[in-house]
């Protein structure tokens, strides 16, 4: 059995996480970054933003599985950051592609 300090952790979907005291990524925006064609790409610079400890997410509108090609932006996957990295994201990602 695991004693938790009371009040420190939260349980969001069923996973205990520990509470943000100071609510310092309370006022985060997410923007986009990019959109690329395929999900290999999306992945080389997911790879490369995390090498330098910026975090992403990569959201697509259609599962590239089922449907691996790209008719007029069906498949694109766009890359997304939060605001304090788009700077720092957009330069990375022009001196390394």
């Not at 790879?47 to 997410?57: D, H, Q, T, V």
């Not at 720092?88 to 390394?96: D, M, Q």
Request: proline share 4%.
């Amino acid at each position: 059995m695991v004693n938790w300090p009371i009040g420190e952790f939260k349980t969001i979907g069923g996973n205990i996480l520990p509470e943000n005291k100071e609510k310092k990524d309370k006022d985060i925006k997410i923007v986009e970054l990019c959109r690329v064609p395929r999900e290999d790409e999306a992945l080389a610079i997911e790879s490369l933003l995390a090498s330098c400890n910026i975090k992403c997410i990569l959201q697509s509108d259609i599962t590239r599985s089922i449907y691996p090609f790209t008719i007029d932006g069906l498949a694109e996957v766009s890359i997304l950051v939060s605001d304090r990295d788009l700077e720092k994201s957009r330069e990375i990602i022009s001196k390394n592609i």
